[in-house]
Nanobody
Framework: VQLQASGGGLVQAGGSLRLSCAAS????????MGWFRQATGKEREFVAA????????YYPDSVKGRFTISRDNVKNTVYLQMNSLKPEDTAVYYC???????????????WGQGTQVTVSS
């Protein structure tokens, strides 16, 4: 499956952005979807995941309460709503698809190209 992420940009601290990730296949609903991010000089880290139906979501403590993942299985799209952004959220954000919920990038088989999010202080 091919994934196309969009929606990144430059925002001030405290602001919001919504990322989108469109999938190329009608089998989109068969995949668990995740978002990861990678800051310069750091390893890629888990940001959010959502089950196939959208009924279950998962977040690390660093973004819980600020970020919301959702999906539209008709539009074959997953979203990441990011509120109360902080400078430490600055990174390239990647969407990913996989067979099961996981918190590591090795759990996901398909990746989008990444979209840059920059949060200024």
């Amino acid at each position: 499956v091919q994934l196309q992420a969009s929606g990144g940009g430059l925002v001030q601290a405290g602001g919001s952005l919504r990322l989108s990730c469109a999938a190329s296949e009608r089998t989109f609903s068969m995949y668990v979807m995740g978002w990861f991010r990678q800051a310069t000089g750091k390893e890629r880290e888990f940001v959010a995941a959502i089950s196939r139906s959208g009924g279950s979501t998962y977040y690390p403590d660093s973004v819980k309460g600020r970020f919301t993942i959702s999906r539209d299985n008709v539009k074959n799209t997953v979203y990441l709503q990011m509120n109360s952004l902080k400078p430490e959220d600055t990174a390239v954000y990647y969407c990913a698809a996989g067979p099961v919920i996981g918190y590591s990038d090795v759990d996901y088989h398909y990746w989008g190209q990444g979209t840059q999010v920059t949060v200024s202080s």
